[in-house]
């Protein structure tokens, strides 16, 4: 079994977590069981997904995952361009946290390349 926490896209999609937690916690409170809510789900969904892939027997099943992990972060960027452009989240920490994305996304597209090479 792999160990999630020794792999650097999981530390970086935890910390873009945390990130997200904090800049959510000043949104409008009639947003609270909605963007607020969306993007806290698909935001931690990415980190959830690489810790389960881990925990699956085959490179083919943690890879599912990993597709999972990558679609989520797809959500969370536009999520992100939604509230930036709501003026919920200031353009420059917008930028910050897009860039954050951006880089997991570099890195998940990485690991399922690495993967699919290796049982190819």
Not at 84 to 98: M, P, R, S, T, V
Request: net charge positive; with cysteine.
């Amino acid at each position: 079994m792999r160990d999630y926490k020794k792999f650097l896209v999981w530390e970086k999609s935890h910390a873009l977590t945390l990130a997200i937690y904090k800049v959510t916690s000043s949104f409008p409170k009639e947003e609270i069981f909605g963007l607020t809510s969306q993007i806290k789900r698909a935001s931690s969904s990415i980190p959830m997904n690489i810790a389960e892939g881990c925990g699956r027997n085959s490179d083919k099943d943690f890879c599912r995952f990993l597709y999972i992990a990558f679609g989520s972060a797809n959500e969370l960027e536009y999520q992100l361009l939604l509230s930036i452009d709501l003026k919920f989240i200031e353009l420059e920490n917008g930028q910050k946290l897009l860039f954050q994305i951006e880089e997991v996304k570099k890195m998940l597209n990485g690991l399922i390349t690495k993967l699919n090479k290796a049982n190819s």
